[in-house]
């Protein structure tokens, strides 16, 4: 009978030592979990103050950088090759707009400037503007926007012109070419056809220079010159 009860006594206190002995552990795993899920949260609040920071600051255009002109001048192309205006009018200066010359010469008495909000509505705009005067006959140019595109500035597709060249002017005719000077902050892309139809040995040539200046850290749109072989 004492042997019963010991042994039962015996079973108690086991049974006690193992309860205790699970509880601890599962306490300790419990505290465990909650130690890393604090260092989880923590690490993602860090991330999120990482993500939050401001960004680093802007690098600088290089002005000085042929291949970022020759891109944005490439933009605008593609833009015109479409008809896309309104993408055409984000490429134009905010401040200035843009400046047409149809024959080479600048000429700020006589070229048109239209703004950022006029070369978006070229595509359905039937305003009639005086682009200057028609070379030979002195005829004033009065007709619309996509009528002046189509013959004073995508005339061909230059996105296939064979020659290229920055700040140089390929070819040129009789007409005075003054970008350099009418433009003094800016820089250009000059796109050229020597000469479209072999029968007419080089009378057909024609050009089209894309003038940008910087501002705010990029470049902008600021003249189109057209240029072609006159008498």
């Not at 920071?53 to 891109?71: F, G, N, Y």
């Not at 500035?153 to 070419?177: C, H, K, M, R």
């Amino acid at each position: 009978m004492k042997r019963a009860v010991l042994l039962t006594v015996l079973a108690l206190v086991c049974g006690l030592s193992l309860g205790l002995i699970i509880g601890i552990g599962m306490g300790s795993t419990t505290q465990a979990q909650a130690t890393a899920l604090s260092a989880i949260a923590t690490a993602d609040l860090n991330r999120g103050n990482r993500y939050a920071s401001p960004p680093a600051a802007e690098a600088v255009l290089d002005a000085a950088d042929d291949q970022l002109l020759l891109e944005r001048a490439g933009q605008v192309l593609e833009a015109l090759k479409a008809q896309d205006y309104a993408a055409l009018s984000g490429l134009v200066h905010p401040v200035h707009g843009v400046t047409f010359t149809p024959y080479s010469t600048v000429d700020s008495s006589c070229d048109l400037e239209l703004n950022r909000r006029q070369i978006a509505a070229l595509g359905w705009d039937d305003t009639t503007y005086l682009w200057g005067v028609s070379d030979g006959s002195g005829d004033p140019i009065q007709i619309t926007g996509a009528q002046y595109f189509q013959r004073y500035v995508f005339n061909a597709d230059y996105t296939t012109a064979p020659n290229v060249s920055v700040d140089q002017v390929g070819i040129s005719g009789n007409a005075l070419e003054n970008v350099a000077e009418a433009y003094p902050e800016g820089r250009f892309v000059e796109y050229c056809f020597p000469g479209i139809d072999p029968e007419l040995n080089g009378f057909d040539w024609c050009s089209l220079k894309l003038v940008f200046e910087v501002w705010e850290n990029q470049w902008y749109l600021v003249g189109m010159i057209h240029g072609e072989w006159t008498v």
